[in-house]
């Protein structure tokens, strides 16, 4: 017998969609998508919040699809399939990224590289995302979802897969001695990580923030300070959440000789001039872009074996903005979650 195709989906649904950057969002009553070949639709039902949903609220990340709904720390039941879809059955758990579709066919993509494709387009950036209670998504680049419920894997979607990203380009188990610059979602996800891996964490926070000190010395941090402060002992390798430019000398002045600086965010304040010994004696600074479907597949697998614990904090979809703003604001530790 053929499988069903889709299950009874409303016609409309409730969203919360950007139409001019430095603006709330606006709550709107919008038609449900149709999932097209190869896609399928998502009944949403969890969608972290991502500072990189800042970035294209804010008006930093400057080529959005306008009017455009934001998330993509997606995590929903699938409703629908489109024509040649493989992978996914109706009601499965999946996750759907921030990397939504690449061309295939670029040098970047033939390499394995997809993260750089010039063609790549982004989950609630250039295609619709996860702040409205359905979204349609390209089936090959959503990961089946399992060991979580869909609040707690949301922040995996991204906090989670770029923090892997950026763990392993800083060179994964290797460094013993790591430091993390801005202890927020990617921050609290990788902590576990390095910690279950035999890695000393070194967690720099915002001066006189002592909730995410509290917080990183929770997840087994051993030594925390403001990122105005020098570490005790130089680092292996440090990565940099935090989107500030006057941390790149800063990180690359505590790591020892051989030792690497990584840059995990899409959006940084510029970087000031620092003087060249500060990246002597073999330094290197790296950044990283977006994440690939070979990311996705590795870190779900790894977290729940951990296990990787999420601290989430819930809002209602109609209070995107107030979780924004939260975001902006450093109020909560851990991750802002939006449930339909």
Known sequence: ???????ETAETMRAMRLHTPGEPLVPETVSVPHPGTGEVLVRVLACGVCRTDLHVVDGELTKPKLPVIPGHEIVGRV????ENVAGFEIGDLVGVPWLGWT???CEHCRAGRENLCPKAEFTGYTRDGGYAEYTAADARYCFAVSGYTAEAAAPLLCAGLIGYRSWRMAGGDEPHR???YGFGAAAHILAQVAVARGQQVYAFTRPGDTAAQD??????????GGADETP??????????????DLVPTALSH??????????????SDIPSFPYRLLWEERSLHSVANLTRRDGEEFLALAPTIPVQTETRPYPLEQANQALDDLRQGRFTGAAVLIP
Do not use: Q
């Open 1 to 7: 017998m053929e499988r069903p195709r889709v299950l």
């Open 79 to 82: 409703e629908a399939l489109g």
């Open 103 to 105: 061309c295939g066919d």
């Open 178 to 180: 790591l430091g993390v």
């Open 215 to 224: 917080f990183a010395r929770r997840l087994g941090a051993v030594w925390v």
């Open 232 to 245: 005790p002992e130089r680092l292996d390798a440090a990565i940099l959440f935090a989107p500030v430019g």
């Open 255 to 268: 790591v020892r000789p051989g030792g690497r600086v990584v840059s995990g965010g899409i959006h940084m």
